[in-house]
């Protein structure tokens, strides 16, 4: 007997590495389900959907949302997380991948990465036999822009022909941005400086798969084109983990690039402003913006917590 209202997908077996993986009827399914979740919670119904089950959190990177979201999440949904760090696993000693993730899939029923190389994760994919969930590397930043989706229909009802503005560095979340707006039928327009740009190849795919929703994505180098008439505005930090001692000379680049007042006056009305934290107020956004009346950065983070454990309950139980 399913907990949902309506059972369509099952996504049992499934690995999350990005959402261009996924088709629009799932990601969909994914956050209908995160909907109903948040809903139980906020009722106080209990959800013990993952009863014995144990997720398996690798991290290579630090993390306060992610760690917190994921631990517990499993825990609300009557499972169990365990923190792994490459500090203590033999993994950070030189043992392979492949035996990691051979080892890793007797023990546990699913495991969470975050780690800086994309291509390790596929690599872990590849050889576990649970679940494997992508939990940052530098190139995706999946349950991020569920949840981020999440926040933008709750306050915008749909999210079909709604206008993200992404202004700042062409990173991991502005690539999973870009694929769930070409999923949800989302329009995304990001705006990068020259040099900074996304990965034309994540850009292509986007593109391709957005067909299929009618989203419309678009690139610019010019930050009040992308602000104009956004519905939400999006920016991110704009040095990211592993891009540190560019910070320098990226806070001169980027400046031009700051999401403050007066490029908010540009996007409608009841612009949402959105990031995923953590934020370098002064940096990539104004003190003004962020704690500002048009913030929805706690509601965002909040709805990490609702998109996971819509993602490990589906992925662990097929519904
Ligand atoms: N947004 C996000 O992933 O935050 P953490 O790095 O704190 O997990
Ligand atoms: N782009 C940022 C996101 C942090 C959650 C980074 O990779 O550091």
Not at 16 to 41: F, G, H, R, S, W
Request: some cysteine; aromatic content about 6%.
């Amino acid at each position: 007997m399913n907990h949902l209202s309506e059972k369509v997908i099952s996504l049992k077996g499934r690995d999350l590495l990005t959402l261009l993986d996924y088709t629009p009827e799932e990601v969909q399914q994914l956050l209908t389900q995160a909907l109903e979740l948040k809903q139980k919670a906020k009722n106080g119904e209990p959800t013990p959907y993952l009863t014995g089950k144990s997720l398996g959190m690798i991290f290579e990177n630090a993390s306060t949302r992610t760690r917190v979201s994921f631990e517990v999440g499993m825990t609300q949904l009557g499972g169990h997380a365990l923190f792994l760090s490459p500090k203590d696993l033999q993994i950070g000693r030189g043992e392979p991948i492949k035996d990691t993730a051979n080892v890793l899939s007797r023990y546990v029923d699913a495991i969470m990465i975050r780690t800086n190389s994309h291509e390790s994760v596929e690599e872990l994919a590849h050889y576990a036999t649970v679940p494997v969930i992508n939990a940052l590397t530098d190139a995706y930043h999946p349950c991020q822009a569920l949840a981020d989706a999440l926040t933008i229909l709750e306050k915008k009802e749909t999210l079909i022909g709604k206008k993200l503005a992404y202004i700042g560095d062409g990173n991991n979340v502005c690539h999973s941005l870009l694929a769930i707006g070409a999923k949800t039928g989302m329009d995304v327009t990001v705006a990068t400086p020259k040099g900074y740009e996304v990965d034309q190849e994540i850009f292509q795919r986007a593109t391709e798969a957005a067909k299929e929703t009618g989203a419309t994505l678009v690139q610019t180098t010019n930050p009040q084109v992308a602000a104009e008439n956004a519905d939400a505005i999006y920016t991110d930090v704009w040095a990211s983990m592993g891009y540190e001692a560019e910070q320098s000379e990226r806070e001169e680049i980027f400046q031009p690039y700051q999401v403050n007042d007066q490029l908010l006056t540009l996007a409608k009305k009841d612009v949402s402003f959105l990031h995923c934290l953590p934020a370098h107020r002064g940096e990539e956004v104004t003190a003004s913006v962020i704690d500002g009346p048009h913030s929805a950065i706690y509601d965002q983070a909040e709805n990490r917590l609702h998109a996971q454990k819509a993602v490990l309950t589906a992925l662990l139980t097929g519904e």
